[in-house]
């Protein structure tokens, strides 16, 4: 962040800093459902218990927990809520279980959860195989859903919090734990959301941020965008950064923790840290926000582990002590199972991500601005507003004559190729190259979550490239202008038939192997290709079938359909008065079969 978005920023106080992320993030459920929580099993260990913990963060929707408790000493005692981070094993992966081992033969309660998508909460199983259907550590799982949750305007980062505030008022009723000395302390992931935590957990004593604070700038420079949760939109635009995590929690203590050849860049964790110092002298609190760095790479080493002890020592019990972790002994992961098979799945089952937004979107869906609209400059008006687009496309020459002139979208070159030798006039519109996808994410994600945190979408992007091409082709000599189609295929058709909506010229549109609906993405467990096509928000206002209404009566062509997962749809979306559904033969050269489908209209 530049010096004077960092001014900006300090400009805001930190109860409007709330208020922004909460919008951003899509808002939280307003009622405290039942927690519902009961033990199924109890671990004795020397120091400690362990218990096995379920409880509901939201109605039906289960969250897998350990509960570790001093033994042989008198409560109550400070708690520590512990956030896992990304790992087939969740709470009980063994790393994160040598950091609650240590804080609860320290004298700390400790309750220790699976996140979404993780450990006993994969949530995308496989029943016959019996095992997770994709990637296990969380990121795919997390992504899978997260795209889903931005259509409807949510951030999944929500569940993810709500779980945490959730997980904080069962400590509050155990008899064990001061509720007025509870903190948080994550790696990674579990970094993230103990950050996110002091944002939106007020009554939060100090918290615990490992391997993930750092700067946008460094961020976006090096790594690129994580995992879903941890990208909102309109993040950037908003001008927030990382150091705005903790002003939030200002002047209670929050405790950096990095790692010098982390892939969340050092040199941001060092500039955020300076500036929450900063901010914490300005409000009178200086010290209270502290750093430690240790030279090694990613994760909650023991070196980072310890530093953690000693912080909460200084802030929850108020010591100050040389502290080394001691060797222990961690579980193996099926003993600290809450459930009979060691996942939710397939034992007592759950709510997901996936079903709790799935329903959002059906709730919504009905009330989408669009079915109460009837002016076709006002729907235009709302695509726009949705897109961020600029005002409406410039007129079209007042002439006749030429080649028919088709704009490309997504279109391989060989096929572009072909329709110039068929004796079309074609204009490819530029999408933009994918940069390379770094950190294992794909480029398409990449790509489109840049966009997302500044507000926009690749959609966008996309569409703003088919209408230039479609207003440059209109003004080619050799092309008549009153006979330029568009032609989109995958997730470039999306763009195509959005700009036909717009583009009141255009003389009509084929959208070839594209997915049918944004809606029908929330309503599927698995899709993919999405990340190019989602738009934050977008069921709120509108879905692609609605774009019909604007385009009608010229021409639509959906060739060879697409489901979310990629199989034939059969587009059942569509009034078949204006929408005709038709299939690509394998071996037809675009010239031919575009020819063959514009005969009546060319």
Same mark, same amino acid.
């Given at each position: 962040?530049?010096?004077?978005?960092?001014?900006?920023?300090?400009? @805001?106080?930190?109860?409007?800093?709330?208020?922004?992320?909460?919008?951003? !993030?899509?808002?939280?459920?307003?009622?405290?459902?039942?927690?519902?929580?009961?033990?199924?099993?109890?671990?004795?260990?020397?120091?400690?218990?362990?218990?096995?913990?379920?409880?509901?963060?939201?109605?039906?929707?289960?969250?897998?927990?350990?509960?570790?408790?001093?033994?042989?000493?008198?409560?109550?005692?400070?708690?520590?809520?512990?956030?896992?981070?990304?790992?087939?094993?969740?709470?009980?992966?063994?790393?994160?279980?040598?950091?609650?081992?240590?804080?609860?033969?320290?004298?700390?309660?400790?309750?220790?959860?699976?996140?979404?998508? @993780?450990?006993?909460?994969?949530?995308?199983?496989?029943?016959?195989?019996?095992?997770?259907?994709?990637?296990?550590?969380?990121?795919?799982?997390?992504?899978?859903?997260?795209?889903?949750?931005?259509?409807?305007?949510?951030?999944? *980062?929500?569940?993810?919090?709500?779980?945490?505030?959730?997980?904080?008022?069962?400590?509050?009723?155990?008899?064990?734990?001061?509720?007025?000395?509870? /903190?948080?302390?994550?790696?990674?992931?579990?970094?993230?959301?103990?950050?996110?935590?002091?944002?939106?957990?007020?009554?939060?004593?100090?918290?615990?941020?490992?391997?993930? !604070?750092?700067?946008?700038?460094?961020?976006?420079?090096?790594?690129?965008?994580?995992?879903?949760? @941890?990208?909102?939109?309109?993040?950037?635009?908003?001008?927030?950064?990382?150091?705005?995590?903790?002003?939030?929690?200002?002047?209670?203590? &929050?405790? !950096?923790?990095?790692?010098?050849?982390?892939?969340?860049?050092?040199?941001?964790?060092?500039?955020?840290?300076?500036?929450?110092?900063?901010?914490?002298? @300005?409000?009178?609190?200086?010290?209270?926000?502290?750093?430690?760095?240790?030279?090694?790479?990613?994760?909650?080493?023991?070196?980072?582990?310890?530093?953690?002890? #000693?912080?909460?020592?200084?802030?929850?019990?108020? =010591?100050?002590?040389?502290?080394?972790?001691?060797?222990?002994?961690?579980?193996?992961?099926?003993?600290?199972?809450?459930?009979?098979?060691?996942?939710?799945?397939?034992?007592?089952?759950?709510?997901?991500?996936?079903?709790?937004?799935?329903?959002?979107?059906?709730?919504?869906?009905?009330?989408?601005?669009?079915?109460?609209?009837?002016?076709?400059?006002?729907?235009?008006?709302? %695509?726009?507003?949705?897109?961020?687009?600029?005002?409406?496309?410039?007129?079209?020459?007042? #002439?006749?004559?030429?080649?028919?002139?088709?704009?490309?979208?997504?279109?391989?070159?060989?096929?572009?190729?072909?329709?110039? #030798?068929?004796?079309?006039?074609?204009?490819?519109?530029?999408?933009?190259?994918?940069?390379?996808?770094?950190?294992?994410?794909?480029?398409?994600?990449?790509?489109?979550?840049?966009?997302?945190?500044?507000?926009?979408?690749? %959609?966008?992007?996309? %569409?703003?490239? =088919?209408?230039?091409?479609?207003?440059?082709?209109?003004?080619?000599?050799?092309?008549?202008?009153?006979?330029? &189609?568009?032609?989109?295929?995958?997730?470039?058709?999306?763009?195509?038939?959005? *700009?036909?909506?717009?583009?009141?010229?255009?003389? /009509?549109?084929?959208?070839?192997?594209?997915?049918?609906?944004?809606?029908?993405?929330?309503?599927?467990?698995?899709?993919?290709?999405?990340?190019?096509?989602?738009?934050?928000? =977008?069921?709120?206002? &509108?879905?692609?079938?609605?774009?019909?209404?604007?385009?009608?009566?010229?021409?639509?062509?959906?060739?060879?359909?697409?489901?979310?997962?990629?199989?034939?749809?059969?587009?059942?979306?569509?009034?078949?008065?204006?929408?005709? %559904?038709?299939?690509?033969?394998?071996?037809?050269?675009?010239?031919?079969?575009?020819?063959?489908?514009?005969?009546?209209? #060319?």
């Amino acid at each position: 962040m530049t010096g004077l978005l960092l001014l900006l920023a300090f400009a @805001q106080p930190p109860a409007e800093l709330r208020a922004k992320m909460l919008e951003l !993030i899509g808002g939280l459920p307003e009622v405290r459902t039942p927690l519902n929580a009961r033990v199924t099993g109890v671990l004795e260990r020397p120091g400690y218990r362990v218990e096995k913990l379920l409880f509901d963060s939201l109605p039906g929707f289960h969250v897998t927990a350990n509960l570790y408790v001093p033994a042989g000493r008198p409560g109550p005692f400070p708690a520590v809520l512990g956030t896992a981070g990304h790992s087939e094993y969740g709470k009980a992966a063994a790393t994160y279980q040598r950091a609650w081992i240590s804080l609860a033969r320290r004298g700390y309660v400790v309750l220790a959860y699976d996140p979404p998508g @993780q450990g006993e909460r994969i949530e995308y199983f496989d029943a016959e195989m019996n095992r997770p259907r994709l990637r296990p550590g969380g990121v795919e799982e997390h992504i899978m859903a997260g795209l889903q949750c931005l259509l409807v305007g949510h951030s999944i *980062a929500r569940y993810f919090v709500w779980d945490g505030i959730r997980a904080f008022d069962y400590l509050t009723t155990r008899p064990e734990v001061d509720a007025g000395r509870i /903190g948080v302390a994550g790696n990674s992931g579990g970094g993230t959301q103990a950050a996110y935590l002091a944002v939106f957990e007020p009554r939060l004593a100090a918290a615990v941020s490992s391997c993930y !604070i750092t700067r946008w700038k460094e961020l976006w420079d090096g790594p690129g965008p994580q995992d879903a949760e @941890q990208v909102w939109p309109g993040f950037l635009a908003a001008r927030l950064d990382f150091v705005d995590f903790i002003r939030s929690f200002a002047p209670k203590p &929050f405790l !950096i923790s990095s790692a010098i050849r982390d892939y969340f860049p050092i040199a941001g964790a060092r500039a955020t840290y300076q500036a929450a110092s900063e901010y914490y002298r @300005q409000i009178d609190a200086p010290g209270r926000v502290e750093f430690f760095e240790y030279d090694d790479t990613h994760g909650w080493s023991k070196p980072r582990r310890e530093a953690m002890v #000693r912080f909460l020592d200084r802030h929850l019990r108020g =010591v100050e002590e040389p502290y080394q972790e001691p060797e222990s002994d961690t579980e193996p992961e099926s003993r600290l199972w809450v459930t009979p098979t060691g996942y939710l799945a397939n034992s007592i089952g759950s709510e997901t991500v996936f079903t709790l937004n799935r329903a959002v979107a059906a709730q919504m869906y009905p009330r989408r601005r669009a079915l109460s609209i009837r002016n076709p400059d006002e729907l235009r008006a709302l %695509v726009r507003e949705r897109l961020r687009l600029d005002a409406a496309p410039p007129a079209a020459p007042a #002439r006749s004559g030429g080649k028919a002139g088709i704009v490309t979208a997504g279109v391989p070159k060989a096929d572009a190729e072909d329709l110039r #030798r068929a004796g079309w006039a074609v204009k490819e519109a530029d999408l933009g190259a994918l940069p390379e996808g770094r950190g294992g994410y794909s480029p398409a994600y990449q790509a489109a979550a840049r966009e997302w945190l500044y507000g926009r979408s690749l %959609v966008s992007r996309h %569409v703003e490239a =088919v209408l230039r091409a479609a207003a440059e082709l209109k003004s080619d000599p050799a092309a008549d202008p009153k006979r330029v &189609f568009v032609y989109g295929r995958g997730a470039a058709g999306v763009a195509a038939l959005i *700009a036909a909506a717009l583009d009141e010229q255009v003389a /009509g549109v084929v959208v070839e192997q594209t997915i049918t609906s944004w809606y029908a993405a929330t309503q599927a467990k698995l899709h993919e290709g999405t990340a190019e096509i989602v738009v934050p928000g =977008v069921l709120r206002d &509108f879905d692609l079938p609605d774009l019909v209404n604007l385009i009608a009566p010229r021409p639509i062509w959906l060739a060879g359909p697409r489901t979310p997962g990629g199989g034939r749809s059969d587009a059942a979306e569509y009034p078949r008065a204006w929408v005709r %559904v038709v299939e690509r033969g394998e071996d037809w050269p675009a010239g031919k079969w575009l020819s063959s489908l514009f005969e009546t209209v #060319r």
